[in-house]
Nanobody, 122 residues
Framework: QVQLVESGGGLVQPGGSLRLSCAAS????????MGWYRQAPGKQRELVAA???????NYADSVKGRFTISRDNAKNTVYLQMNSLKPEDTAVYYC????????????????WGQGTQVTVSS
């Protein structure tokens, strides 16, 4: 019912910036919550940033002050602005959206993007 398409990953030098996008399409009444996760080789997937429908945000300590999660309601798109990137930020990044499909059914479902590679290296 809903498709997520991620974009914006790539190779960047330390200190550089990237903006990841996660565009949702399909049966969407409201995005209740959103998050960005990452998984580095040999490591578990970890939460990087999250935002509730009310606007409350939560960031991993390792990215506080450098990453910002935001949304464009009109486009059903979620962003992760990543500044001052470090080699340890290298990972596959996944968006996660909790989506309510209709006005009449409050049940929300969990969706994941396909992942986008971010490599920070000189």
């Amino acid at each position: 019912q809903v498709q997520l398409v991620e974009s914006g990953g790539g190779l960047v030098q330390p200190g550089g910036s990237l903006r990841l996008s996660c565009a949702a399409s399909g049966s969407i009444f409201r995005i209740n919550a959103m998050g960005w996760y990452r998984q580095a080789p040999g490591k578990q997937r970890e939460l990087v940033a999250a935002r509730t429908v009310g606007g409350n945000t939560n960031y991993a300590d390792s990215v506080k002050g450098r990453f910002t999660i935001s949304r464009d309601n009109a486009k059903n798109t979620v962003y992760l602005q990543m500044n001052s990137l470090k080699p340890e930020d290298t990972a596959v990044y996944y968006c996660n959206l909790v989506i309510r499909h209709t006005l009449y059914n409050p049940t929300a479902q969990d969706y994941w993007g396909q992942g986008t590679q971010v490599t920070v290296s000189s």
